[in-house]
């Protein structure tokens, strides 16, 4: 990957002004032999990115299993991985609040801003969590493939094609799962779930307000809602403190349900959280 300097600089400036994709030089003859070498923020997008990429692609998240994104910090580790890589996939919409280090490691780095086209609700970065937004992502990742890698073109648009079907499976599943819902209400920790909330007509009462961890009025305002709608389930993420989440099911008698919106699987985990939703929803 050598020979590519001369490309990623020239590209850097593009990057900077932090356009999605960015610029035309391709990879050269170099890369028939070469991966791609491809990192990104959240594990769901390594699974974008290698349904699209296939064989061009060699993929390494940085996020591990079990941390949040919102609090996160670069490592040395993470560092090297951005160093070694040639293209950097990423949620957008705010959730890689730390890439001015990203610029400052790897200045010729090319970033992909999957968040593009994206019809965003305030500052809630948990896009990827909404099928119809997955697919956006998803072309928008075909789309930077296709510009920096284009001899391979109907290689990624096969590809993402057989991907976006699934997608479309999904999505067509979770509208028929929850046809048969009559309270469309569901209380979380953390407000992970928005935009599917928004996509199939859900009401995402959350506990955790701003981000902030939550205060006794706002614990108080979600006992109070479980109890005039009889909802007996709390969602919770493995990445957060269960504690709070606890007190409210105890207070209603209800449970705590644990959802892991980073799963790197990320179809087969959808289908777990709608499974879950369908169970826990009346
Ligand atoms: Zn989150």
């Not at 032999?33 to 296939?54: M, R, Y």
């Not at 998803?138 to 590809?159: F, R, S, T």
């Not at 009559?182 to 979380?188: H, S, T």
């Not at 996509?199 to 506990?207: M, P, R």
Request: charged content about 25%; proline content about 6%; overall charge negative.
């Amino acid at each position: 990957m050598r020979e590519l300097i001369a490309i990623t600089v020239y590209i850097a400036i593009a990057v900077m002004s932090s356009v999605a994709i960015i610029a035309s030089p391709t990879l050269g003859a170099q890369a028939d032999t070469d991966k791609i070498g491809v990192v990104v923020s959240i594990p769901p997008l390594a699974q974008f990115v290698e349904n699209v990429g296939g064989e061009r692609v060699k993929v390494t998240a940085l996020l591990p299993p079990g941390k949040e994104p919102h609090t996160f910090s670069l490592t040395p580790r993470d560092l090297k991985k951005i160093n070694e890589a040639f293209l950097f996939v990423v949620n957008g919409a705010k959730l890689e609040f730390w890439m001015d280090r990203v610029a400052e490691v790897n200045p010729g780095i090319i970033v992909v801003d999957t968040s593009q086209g994206v019809e965003l609700i305030d500052d809630d970065p948990h896009i990827w969590l909404s099928p119809r937004n997955a697919r956006l992502q998803v072309k928008n990742i075909l789309q930077a493939l296709i510009q920096l890698d284009p001899e391979y073109q109907d290689y990624y648009q096969h590809n993402a094609h057989r991907y976006l079907q699934k997608l479309d499976g999904l999505d067509r599943s979770i509208e028929i799962s929850l046809q048969g819902i009559k309270v469309k209400k569901f209380i979380i920790f953390h407000p992970a779930l928005t935009y599917f909330a928004r996509d199939y007509n859900l009401e995402q009462i959350t506990v955790e307000v701003g981000g902030k961890s939550p205060k006794a009025k706002d614990i108080k305002r979600a006992i109070d809602e479980a109890r005039k709608h009889n909802i007996k389930v709390i969602f919770a993420e493995p990445q957060f403190d269960p504690h709070s989440a606890e007190v409210i099911a105890s207070e209603i008698g209800g449970e705590v349900v644990f959802i892991d919106p980073l799963a790197q699987n990320y179809l087969e985990n959808m289908y777990t959280i709608l499974g879950i939703l369908v169970d826990t929803m009346d």
